[in-house]
């Protein structure tokens, strides 16, 4: 099942009118989302000039006058505001915001428990202005006997109910889990994690995912469907020794995610359009910022390290 999931879209697009006229401004901006050969060419810069230098040559020229941070927080606030313009429904925000409000409230949770203001470590991209909640999810970070992964699972089970009614973004939410999972699992059984408590919602029940961990992990893939038997074959040597494995094993997993929301391009209009590309966007933004503090932040230098870093 899971392997026509991702190789196929099985539930109908729409073709909601609403969005007919930001989907052709959506097509035209498409052709600018960068490429692979854009991120060779800034994973070789050798300074921070070189790299600004790159991105003037893409759409991230508008942000021309700021440091390679601020081009970034820039986009963020352009892919932001183009989302919730063009969003025609407060339900859709909240679901493509989640990630953000996730953040928000597990720093929220941990400011309580130092008695300390951690506003500086919040978001502005999520639905719920911080620390400005509604009282029901405020209660649930208050809860002293909610885990942070708990009230992980409690907010994307509330999310996943709204989707209900967006079914491209349900049948994403549900892959996100399997993503999710697997990279738990994963880490769960190379370094003999306490179990964890998987996200709900996927393809792979966490009462299948539990059963594999006792496994040596040579035995994950022939317990898996393709394509994801294929990308832990390829991962889990470089998990076993060391070497990067978990990076490479992200990107893989990733890349399918990002395919599945390319499917959205055989709507000619609707919200899946939308939400597609704001959430491509998104990793696109995610991308420059991993190379940017990887290579002058923490000084990788190895190209193939950064390579992995990079999720299209």
């Keep these: 099942m899971l392997e026509t999931t991702y190789r196929e879209i099985k539930t109908p697009l729409t073709e909601d009118p609403n969005y007919g006229f930001v989907?052709?401004?959506?097509?035209?901006?498409?052709?600018?989302?960068?490429?692979?050969?854009?991120y060779e060419g800034l994973i070789q810069a050798t300074s921070e000039k070189d790299f600004l230098s790159l991105l003037s040559n893409t759409p991230y020229a508008q942000f021309k006058g700021k440091d390679p941070l601020g081009v970034i927080q820039a986009a963020e606030w352009e892919n932001h505001l183009f989302l919730k313009e063009y969003a025609h429904s407060l339900d859709l925000l909240k679901i493509l915001l989640f990630p953000f409000d996730l953040h928000n409230l597990k720093i929220y949770r941990k400011g309580l428990k130092l008695r300390k203001d951690l506003s500086l470590f919040s978001s502005p991209f999520g639905y719920f202005s911080y620390p400005n909640f509604p009282s029901e999810i405020a209660q649930l970070a208050q809860n002293p006997s909610l885990s942070d992964d708990q009230l992980e699972v409690e907010l994307f089970s509330r999310i996943y109910s709204l989707a209900q009614k967006f079914p491209?973004?349900?049948?994403?939410?549900?892959?996100?889990?399997?993503?999710?999972?697997?990279?738990?699992?994963?880490?769960?059984?190379?370094?003999?994690?306490s179990p964890f408590q998987f996200l709900p919602h996927g393809y792979f029940t966490e009462k299948f995912l539990s059963s594999l961990t006792p496994l040596p992990l040579r035995e994950l893939p022939e317990r898996f469907p393709s394509p994801i038997s294929e990308i832990l074959k390829?991962?889990?040597p470089f998990i076993s020794e060391g070497d990067f494995g978990f990076l490479r094993l992200e990107k893989r997993l990733y890349h399918l995610l990002l395919s599945?929301?390319?499917?959205?391009?055989?709507?000619?209009?609707?919200?899946?359009?939308?939400?597609?590309?704001?959430?491509l966007k998104r990793q696109e933004i995610e991308n420059l910022r991993r190379i940017y503090l990887s290579r002058f932040f923490y000084q990788i230098t190895n190209l193939t390290i950064l390579k992995e870093l990079i999720i299209v």
């Design 260 to 279: 599945f929301l390319r499917t959205a391009g055989q709507s000619l209009f609707g919200y899946e359009v939308l939400s597609a590309y704001y959430l």
């Design 23 to 38: 989907s052709g401004r959506i097509r035209f901006r498409e052709k600018f989302l960068l490429r692979e050969r854009d």
């Design 234 to 236: 390829e991962a889990i």
């Design 168 to 193: 491209f973004l349900a049948q994403y939410l549900s892959l996100l889990a399997d993503v999710s999972n697997l990279l738990t699992l994963l880490r769960v059984m190379r370094f003999a994690l």
